[in-house]
């Protein structure tokens, strides 16, 4: 399998595993059972724009929610909205459900919540519905050159901070 993800991390010198799926997902949670992990270990991709036009990508674990709030604060206050779906499809042609956040290096600030980095392994998106890729959180921090923040739900964090 060759994607534009796969050919970033290949061009990077990441390790990585491809995991394809039976089927293809859309979700974290179908994603999680599909490649055999547990959902905090997902990472989710959001995409968002400031009023400048300029985009913002927030990964997350697939288990915690985004606080826009939060992510307008990692990106020195600007206001941040999600781009539609639409949107990303067209303009970006990224298919929801799937998308990797190396599709948007170069293109995009981006952000990681620090509750990434709790798991050693991670999966991201190949960028199609068909496949995930396995990495060390730490390698996809460097990877992508993104600032490690917080931009989750506070709730979920306390939550997160005392179940294991």
Do not use: W
């Amino acid at each position: 399998m060759r994607t534009s993800a796969i050919e970033f991390l290949d061009a990077a010198g990441i390790e990585y595993t491809v995991k394809p799926h039976n089927r293809d997902v859309y979700t974290c949670e179908d994603a999680a059972r599909e490649r055999g992990v547990r959902l905090s270990q997902i990472v989710k991709c959001m995409v968002g724009r400031d009023p400048t036009g300029g985009l913002h990508v927030m990964l997350l674990p697939g288990d915690k929610t985004l606080k826009l709030r939060k992510a307008r604060r990692a990106a020195g206050g600007r206001r941040i909205e999600l781009v539609p779906r639409e949107e990303l499809e067209v303009q970006f042609g990224a298919t929801v459900g799937a998308i990797s956040p190396v599709q948007f290096v170069g293109r995009a600030a981006i952000y990681m919540d620090a509750t990434v980095l709790r798991e050693e392994f991670v999966d991201i998106s190949s960028g199609e519905p068909d496949a995930g890729v396995e990495l060390r959180a730490r390698d996809l921090l460097r990877v992508l050159g993104a600032t490690e923040c917080d931009i989750v739900s506070d709730k979920e964090r306390r939550q997160g901070a005392t179940s294991s």
